[in-house]
C-alpha cells in the first residue's frame, strides 16, 4: 500500500530521446522497451527531442520536448528540468547533465567498451568529434565524474557491473536492469525445430566497428565452404566496407542484408541458423538472448559476457582464431548436440523480459523517495 501511494503521487520523467525513430541501435531499442513496459505500471511522462519518437512510445503519453541529446545545452538539462518540478529523472544512456539538479537522478551506462576501445561509433564521421571522443575515453576519470553525479547508475548485465566496481567508476549503488529478446516468435508460424536440419547459415547481427570483430567470422568461413555467412545489420561506411569485403576467402558465401526488418530478422533465425558473435566486447548481447529466444544454437566469443548471457546455451571460441570459430559451428552437425544446447539456451532466456526489468526500475525508483 505505501509503495502504491508513492507510485501514483511521484512525478516521473523518462528520458526518451535516445529513440532511433527510422531503425533501432541498441540504445534505441533499449530505451524504447524500458520506455514502454514502465508505462505500464506507473504514470511516466517522456522526454522527447522529435515529435518522431512518440511513435515508439505508448499512444497518448505525456510528454515534453526539450533540445537534443548532442545540443550544447546538454550539460544544462537538470537546469532546464527543474522548472518541471519532476520528484525522479530516469535516462537509458548517462550523458544527461545533472548541474544543479533538484530532483532524484538515474543515469545509465551500459559498458565501459569505449575505454577499452576508443575507436568512435562509425556514424560520427566529423573529425574534431572523433578526437574529443577518443579524449574522452582515454581515462576512467570523464566517467567517474558523471558517474557518482546521480543517485543510482543503472546498468544492464552483473558482468557490467563487475568491471565498473573493479575500475571503480562510481561511489553509488549499482542498478542491474538487463535487455530482453523482443517476441520474434509472434512473426513465424512456428518455432524452428532443430532436430530436424544441421544448420547451415551463419547470422550475424551487429554494428561493423572494429571492437565487434566481424573480421573473424568473414576470415573463418574459408573452412567452412558449406555454410553461409548472413550479415544483417545496416552497411558500414563505404571505407569500412571495402575493408570487410576484401577479407572474403575466395569461393566463400557471404551474404550483406544491408539491414533487415523484424519479420526478416526472425525468418532468417529460423532457417537452419545458428547466431554467431566474435566480439571483443560487449555489455549485454541482445542478438545472443533473440536467437536462444526461438531455440537458436548460438556460436560465441569466450569471454565473461556472454557466459552469462548465454549460460549453457552457447559453444564459446577464442575471438582471435578463425579456425577454432569455425570448428564449433561445425559442430553443430551433431543432433544431440543442437539439441541440448537449444533446450539449454531458451530455460536460460527465459528469465530475461522487459516487464521484469521494468519491475526493477520501478523499485529502485520508489526506493529514491521513502
Not at 550539460?75 to 550523458?95: A, C, M
Not at 558449406?226 to 558465401?253: F, V
Amino acid at each position: 500500500m505505501v509503495m502504491l501511494q508513492y507510485i501514483l503521487s511521484m512525478k516521473l520523467f523518462y528520458d526518451a530521446r535516445y529513440i532511433r525513430p527510422d531503425f533501432h541501435d541498441g540504445i534505441s531499442r533499449y530505451t524504447t522497451e524500458i520506455a514502454n513496459a514502465l508505462a505500464k505500471i506507473t504514470p511516466v511522462t517522456f522526454l522527447i527531442s522529435s515529435y518522431d519518437q512518440l511513435h515508439l512510445l505508448p499512444k497518448d503519453c505525456e510528454f515534453i520536448k526539450i533540445h537534443a541529446p548532442i545540443s550544447i545545452k546538454e550539460p544544462f538539462t537538470s537546469l532546464i528540468l527543474n522548472t518541471y518540478h519532476p520528484d525522479v529523472v530516469f535516462s537509458p544512456l548517462h550523458t544527461m547533465g545533472a548541474l544543479g539538479r533538484r530532483f532524484k537522478l538515474i543515469l545509465t551506462s551500459h559498458d565501459m567498451i569505449y575505454v577499452h576501445h576508443h575507436e568512435p561509433p562509425l556514424d560520427i564521421t566529423n573529425k574534431i568529434l572523433r578526437i574529443l571522443w577518443r579524449l574522452y575515453y582515454l581515462t576512467n576519470i570523464p566517467q567517474r565524474i558523471i558517474l557518482n553525479r546521480p543517485d543510482i547508475v543503472n546498468t544492464v548485465s552483473e558482468s557490467a557491473k563487475k568491471e565498473f566496481i573493479a575500475a571503480h567508476l562510481t561511489r553509488r549503488p549499482i542498478l542491474v536492469t538487463p535487455n530482453a529478446p523482443r517476441p520474434l516468435q509472434d512473426l513465424l508460424p512456428h518455432l524452428p525445430d532443430v532436430s530436424k536440419h544441421k544448420p547451415r547459415n551463419i547470422v550475424y547481427m551487429g554494428a561493423f566497428i572494429a571492437y565487434k570483430n566481424v573480421e573473424t567470422l568473414i576470415r573463418g568461413m574459408e573452412y567452412l565452404p558449406d555454410y553461409t555467412l548472413h550479415l544483417l545489420s545496416h552497411l558500414p561506411p563505404e571505407e569500412r566496407y571495402k575493408e570487410l569485403l576484401e577479407l572474403i576467402p575466395k569461393g566463400a558465401k557471404v551474404v550483406w542484408h544491408k539491414g533487415v526488418s523484424d519479420q526478416q530478422y526472425a525468418e532468417i533465425l529460423a532457417n537452419n541458423a545458428v547466431m554467431t558473435s566474435a566480439s571483443l566486447d560487449e555489455g549485454f548481447g541482445l542478438p545472443v538472448v533473440e536467437a536462444q529466444a526461438l531455440g537458436v544454437p548460438t556460436v560465441l566469443t569466450d569471454m565473461p559476457v556472454f557466459h552469462e548471457v548465454a549460460g549453457d546455451g552457447a559453444l564459446f571460441f577464442n575471438p582471435h582464431d578463425p579456425r577454432e570459430f569455425a570448428e564449433k559451428v561445425k559442430q553443430l552437425d551433431d543432433d544431440e548436440l543442437r539439441v541440448t544446447l537449444s533446450r539449454a539456451g531458451k530455460k536460460h532466456v527465459a528469465k530475461y523480459s522487459w516487464d521484469a526489468s521494468a519491475k526493477t526500475l520501478l523499485h529502485a525508483i520508489t526506493s529514491l523517495l521513502q
